[in-house]
């Protein structure tokens, strides 16, 4: 199966573009995602930081029901 993929795609013309366009939109996310990251203020970066460790009760509560 593989080979009959890789032996039709060989003999498409054009191929490589799709290559280049997903390594573009890869590269283009990671860094707007660096960028949003970058510009983000401390605060919020802690107060994120901290969530996995609060402790909701509420939430908990919630849940059984």
Not at 24 to 30: H, K
Not at 49 to 65: C, K, S, T
């Amino acid at each position: 199966m593989l080979r009959f993929i890789k032996h039709h795609l060989a003999t498409e013309d054009g191929v490589a573009f799709y290559g280049m366009f997903s390594l573009l939109v890869f590269v283009i996310f990671f860094v707007v995602v660096l960028w949003r990251i970058w510009r983000m203020k401390k605060d919020t970066i802690d107060e994120l930081g901290q969530l996995p460790l609060a402790n909701d009760d509420n939430n908990f509560l919630n849940e059984q029901r």
